[in-house]
């Protein structure tokens, strides 16, 4: 089946679901996204930091997908940032992807203490959208004033911000500044993830009791309740897995429909508690790291 999209603000079609790799190991990536592909995404997210993109590209390869069926997003870490060097970190990770050309490439922090490199970052962004080496732009992790900082400083309006995003942490008024703005939101870690809540004050989403009876309901799985909220409300979202049952098991959720109330019963479970690091926290300092050359 073809997998439904959502419309970039420049016209550039993107699959409705994607598939992630952040935390898969790559000697994992590989079968992984494998299994991902012979299921039917055809959407693959992946980025310099998560140190498998190499492996991404060789499952392609050998998938026998066409290319141009696949679309390819990647990110540019901190440690790369200013306007020549992001023009590099697009050539290592081309180069890696083994791929001429990126569906998307993002920036992967916003960056706010040094953002002045962020803004030449992504200028090289524009300028590969320019010359046709990436189809589309985005950011990832921007807040409401980072991108309001973006904007007044650059002319291309990112296509997507890639945030996280779960029942447990809806980050509304975030989505609400990225819709005002014709910016996809893009929910990484959509179902809660395991990096998460690691105090266990708030459990799993997926023993969350009112996730669990609309599941019931729809003879469903908490996890594709999960998937197909963030769909119906518009988001695109990445869940991962190196599980080939689960992997399939994420993709089936395009053939049932929440109810309002149930969307809204969902929402009602934010505690505004973010499980991943504070934007305004990363540094060079603190999280930079060397990107391997091609």
Known sequence: MSTPTFTLNNGVEMPALGFGVFQTPPDETLTAVASALEVGYRHIDTAAAYGNEREVGEALRRSGVERSEVFVETKVWISDYGYDET??????????????????????QALPGEFDLTLAAYRALEQLLADGRVRAIGVSNFMPDHLTRLLDATSVVPAVNQIEVHPYFRQSELLAVDAEHG?????????????????????????????????????????????????????????????????????????????DAELAAIDALDTGVRGGPEPEQVTRAAFGREIPEA
């Open 87 to 108: 023009l590099h970190a697009f050539d290592k990770s081309a180069g890696k992807l083994g791929v001429e050309q990126l569906d998307l490439l993002i920036l992967h």
């Open 183 to 259: 910016i996809l939101s893009q929910a990484w870690s959509p179902i809660g993830g395991i990096t998460f809540y690691r105090d266990g004050s708030h459990g799993s989403t997926l023993e969350d009791a009112v996730i669990g009876e609309i599941a019931t309901a729809h003879d469903r799985t908490p996890a594709q309740v999960m998937l197909r909220w963030h769909l119906q409300q518009g988001r695109q979202a990445i869940p991962k897995s190196v599980t080939p049952s689960r992997i399939a098991e994420n993709f089936a959720v395009f053939d049932f429909e929440l109810t």
